[in-house]
């Protein structure tokens, strides 16, 4: 059974960086597809980047492009989303999510079956 962890979320001032991370436990495909996705209050959940496991191609929301970083430690099995030029519309709560295929598309929360309880990340103006 995979088990996802949240951590790292803050308040930071626009501008600021911020890494987060979830250590996933369980988690034993060599093969797959881990993610980031973001809620803010009164939005629906989107996808904000993916890394696939295996050959490590990742991939990222338009709004996040050139300023956010996914990156996995498999030694450590935990997958880190480093975040800079953060902006007040980044402030949201971030969950990772896991699946043993190759999600396509990636940023459809379906293809997701494991879930972290999320952290939150506040940036202020």
């Known amino acids: 059974q995979v088990h996802l962890v949240e951590s790292g979320g803050d308040s930071v001032q626009a501008g600021g960086s911020l890494r987060i991370s979830c250590a996933a436990s369980?988690?034993?495909?060599?093969?797959?597809?881990m993610v980031w996705f973001r809620q803010a209050p009164g939005k629906e959940r989107e996808g904000v980047a993916v890394?696939?496991?295996?050959?490590?191609?990742?991939d990222y929301a338009d709004s996040v492009k050139g300023r956010f970083t996914i990156s996995r430690d498999n030694a450590k099995n935990t997958l880190y989303l480093r975040m800079d030029s953060l902006m007040p519309e980044d402030t949201a709560m971030y969950y990772c999510?896991?699946?043993?295929?190759?999600?396509?598309?990636?940023?459809?929360?379906?293809?997701?079956?494991?879930w972290g309880q999320g952290t939150q990340v506040t940036v202020s103006s």
């Open positions: 890394i696939y496991i295996g050959f490590g191609g990742t």
């Open positions: 369980g988690y034993t495909h060599s093969t797959g597809s």
């Open positions: 999510a896991a699946a043993p295929w190759v999600a396509i598309p990636w940023n459809n929360q379906r293809e997701y079956k494991d």
